[in-house]
């Protein structure tokens, strides 16, 4: 079993740096209301020498395809070779309030934007002329982009976000992994299904392919404090926008929780912080983190394991830097109890 850590701007170095002592794969930076992915990587690029690196994610309505390889390859090269590129084309709120970009026809957005970000990556010459991208655009007599940057190996792996089922079936089809967020067990065996049909689509099969599911970690003997300590950060997701377009909040219908989002959309969206996070069920956290203690945690990642997973990425929750590496070291723990 391999794991993942994604880091925070504030402890990005140090936790990268201990995650790679103790034999964690993958260090990734997320992307939103509290910091960029590309700045963090690249500070971590300089002070770790063998975890590899990813983008977790960066949002596709904010960033041009050119712009997305350059920053790609150049993260690859201050890493001799150490990232894999995360993308994700966000929801309707990120998409539209913060960049002014239409959420319409994501599918077909994503697709042209990983086809013009593997062909660039490739060092060819991008000239397109999709329904969402037009590189130059008609009449235009520019140069077309061609990446310069210095290739450190011959493809960078490109990973998608990815909920409901045919982007998932994209995903397969054109990356080589898939991010899951809210992830059960039975959701990622699940998810292998939608990716599976990907894959036959475009005449390949799942060896080699990353399926990662993102996982929130609280360790505490007492099972309240666990869910309490990771209740804001779901809050927040099922706070987000407009409820009828929050991709998480029909997530957690789909789950069985859509009154209980419901609720919790309803007071984070008239700032009742506290209350939004007390409406978090303990259930439906409890179903999508690993909480707990040591060993109850290494049950639950046996049970992500037999799902189909291939990388666990894990979000530390605690208070300080030290709880973070403490968090780190309880996972590492649980890794080594399922190993032996």
């Known amino acids: 079993m391999r794991l993942g850590v994604n880091l925070t701007y504030q402890s990005a170095v140090r936790v990268a740096q201990e995650a790679e002592r103790i034999g964690y794969d993958l260090a990734l930076a997320p992307e939103g209301y509290r910091s960029d992915a590309a700045t963090v990587l690249g500070t971590v690029a300089m002070r770790t020498r063998t975890i590899d690196l990813a983008s977790g994610v960066f949002q596709i309505p904010g960033r041009t395809p050119a712009l997305t390889a350059l920053t790609a390859s150049t993260l690859d090269a201050l890493s001799d070779g150490r990232f894999r590129l995360g993308l994700g084309v966000s929801n309707p709120d990120i998409s539209e309030g913060w960049y002014g970009v239409p959420f319409d026809r994501p599918l077909g957005r994503t697709r042209e934007y990983v086809d013009i970000v593997r062909r660039a990556l490739n060092r ?44 998932m079936e994209l995903a397969g089809e054109v990356s080589d992994g898939w991010l899951g967020v809210f992830c059960t067990p039975e959701s990622v065996t699940q998810a292998l299904d939608h990716l599976r049909a990907g894959r036959n689509r475009a005449g390949k099969n799942l060896d080699g392919f990353e399926v990662l599911p993102g996982l ?54 008239a700032g009742d912080l506290k209350g939004a996070r007390a409406a978090v069920p303990a259930g439906f956290v409890d179903r999508v983190s690993l909480l707990g203690p040591v060993t109850r945690i290494a049950d639950r990642m046996r049970d992500y394991l037999k799902s189909g997973a291939t990388t666990l990425v894990v979000s530390p929750f605690a208070t300080t830097g030290d709880g973070q590496l403490d968090i780190l070291h309880a996972v590492a723990a649980a890794r080594e109890s399922i190993e032996r």
Not at 132 to 143: F, I, R, V
Not at 236 to 256: E, I, S, T, V
């Open 216 to 269: 929130p970690v609280s360790v505490n003997d007492d099972p309240e404090q666990a869910v309490d300590a990771v209740r804001g950060y779901f809050a927040h997701f099922l706070g987000m926008g407009d409820r009828r377009r929050n991709l998480y909040c029909k997530l957690a219908g789909r789950m069985g929780f859509g009154q209980e989002a419901a609720a919790v959309h309803e007071r984070y969206a």
């Open 124 to 167: 060819e010459q991008v000239i397109h002329a999709g329904e969402h991208y037009q590189l130059p655009p008609p009449g235009s007599t520019a140069t077309p982009f061609t990446l310069l940057t210095q290739p450190v190996r011959r493809r960078i792996p490109i990973y998608l976000a990815a909920v409901g089922p045919r982007n």
